[in-house]
Every structure is written in C-alpha cells, then in structure tokens.
C-alpha cells in the first residue's frame, strides 16, 4: 500500500513563495501520473496540476499557470510543487494524488498541507 505524505505548508504574504513535497513510501512506487489538487472548505477541490512520473511532462490549470511549476525526484519518490507570486486566493488545503496506468482516477491520496496567502 503506498502512501502519500505532503509537506511544506504554511502561512506566506502575497507575492511569496513555498515550495510543497510530496513523498511516497510503502511498496514499490511506479505511478502513471501524480497530481495536485487544492480545496477550500465548502467549496469543490480543484485540480492545480499534473506530472506524468515517465518523461516528465507538465500540465496545470488556467489559475496557477506560469506561478506554479511540478517536478519530480523519481529516485526519492518525491514530487514537488513550487508556488511564486502566491496569491490569497490560493489559500487552500493542498493535496497530492497518484494514478497508476490503469486507473481511471486518482486513486491514492496523502493527507493534504494548508497553505494560508495573507494580504
């Protein structure tokens, strides 16, 4: 069973940086692609962005393109997700998530980081 453990959040003023860890541990770590999604409460989570974990490749949504950027350490099974220029409109719980080849949906879940952008 893998396991997802975020780390790196915290309170930043607006215009600041973070960067998020996303580490895996448990059974030998192979997924399709890993995933960030943020979540306000009360309102619907919200994909942020995506690495393909062979080849590297990047997409992210409208809302943090050119801020956000997602990497990866395969050989730590570790992704990253480093914020600049954080807005307050980005506070939010942020979670990271893995799909595997077969799945349809991200199947696996870490327990989520709060990143709090103050004005």
């Known amino acids: 069973q893998v396991q997802l453990v975020e780390s790196g959040g915290g309170l930043v003023q607006a215009g600041g940086s973070l960067r998020l860890s996303c580490a895996a541990s448990?059974?030998?770590?192979?997924?399709?692609?890993m995933g960030w999604f943020r979540q306000v409460p009360g309102k619907e989570r919200e994909f942020v962005g995506r690495i393909m974990w062979s080849g590297g490749s990047t997409y992210y949504a409208d809302s943090v393109k050119g801020r956000f950027t997602i990497s990866r350490d395969n050989a730590k099974n570790t992704v990253y997700l480093q914020m600049n220029s954080l807005k307050p409109e980005d506070t939010a719980i942020y979670y990271c998530?893995?799909?595997?080849?077969?799945?349809?949906?991200?199947?696996?879940w870490g327990q989520g980081t709060q990143v709090t952008v103050s004005s």
């Open positions: 998530a893995a799909r595997s080849s077969t799945d349809i949906y991200y199947s696996t």
């Open positions: 448990g059974r030998t770590f192979s997924p399709h692609t």
